[in-house]
């Protein structure tokens, strides 16, 4: 049985950092792309960044030059980098994946950005 589970997530002041991670477990045979996703508070979830298995990542324009997303295939994990963080950054964070050409969710870590 897949399954991806987020860490990491926590409260931090303004301008400070978090390092999220998803582990992904179960019997896989194929990681496909790898994906953040947010949810704030009354609001609809939103994409944050993708990692392809090949290519260059790509982030939606609010967090450009302050995320970075990376993976690990040996470790089967996706890491998300999270500098100079804003209010408007709190949200559950979301792993996503294409594990064997099927989609897979993670259930989340509250991320809160407050001083």
Not at 20 to 33: D, E
Request: hydrophobic share 30%.
């Amino acid at each position: 049985q897949v399954q991806l589970v987020e860490s990491g997530g926590g409260l931090v002041q303004p301008g400070g950092s978090l390092t999220l991670s998803c582990a992904v477990s179960g019997g896989i045979r194929t990681i496909g792309a790898l994906e953040w996703h947010r949810q704030a508070p009354g609001n609809q979830r939103e994409w944050v960044a993708f990692v392809p298995s090949r290519g260059t990542p790509r982030y939606t324009d609010s967090v450009k030059g302050r995320f970075t997303i990376s993976r690990d295939d040996a470790k089967k994990t996706v890491t998300l980098q999270m500098n100079s963080l804003k209010p408007e950054d709190t949200a559950i964070y979301y792993c996503k994946g294409n594990i064997d050409f099927r989609e897979y969710w993670g259930r989340g870590t509250q991320v809160t950005v407050s001083s």
